[in-house]
């Protein structure tokens, strides 16, 4: 067979199927695009945060940092309890403190901290006269209520402001096998 002849045959289906695929491209639609629609249940948690004690303990701290002034100097840890250190400035000078706290979820889903241990420099001083004094002394946050008559400290979650759309609530705290699980709902 002449080479023409193969080459001819060869152009004509390079522009062949040139044609198809312009064709294809240009003239045959898509499938339309159908969202999925998904429905959020305002009681039903729409995903889980799951921390270790060193991840939520840096967290903690980074939020501490904006409350911390010259009169109050704060700092918390994690390991089998809850520990809060710091400073609250009496009478222009710093006072050292210490609050060694169990840590609970309610059945509200909120985190109770009960002090077990406290101490103001050099004095062991009761868990009921500390609280009554950080709360006469600090501005807390409104989602932290300390209730110095019940010996407590109620954090309540979700009204931390993150934004307008997104809340946390704690699902459980097991802070022997290192796992502390939030619970994040979509408030649309």
Partial sequence: ???????????????????????????????????????????????????????????TNQYLKQLNSKELNLNFSLSDEAQLTGSIRIFSHPLPF???????????????????VVSMGNLDISAQRVLELIESQVKMPRYVKVNSKRTEIVMALERVQFNKD????IDSVDLN???IVFNG???K
């Fill in 177 to 179: 096998n290192d796992r």
């Fill in 98 to 116: 210490r609050l060694v706290m169990d840590v609970s979820v309610l059945s509200n889903k909120d985190l109770l901290l009960k002090p077990k």
């Fill in 1 to 59: 067979m002449n080479i023409w002849k193969w080459l001819f045959l060869g152009l004509v289906g390079i522009i062949v199927g040139f044609s198809i695929f312009v064709y294809t491209r240009f003239f045959i639609e898509k499938p339309a695009y159908h969202p999925i629609e998904t429905s959020i249940t305002k009681n039903s948690p729409s995903f889980k945060v799951v921390m270790n004690k060193k991840q939520l303990t840096v967290l």
């Fill in 185 to 187: 709902y979509l408030n």
């Fill in 166 to 169: 997104l809340s946390f609530k």
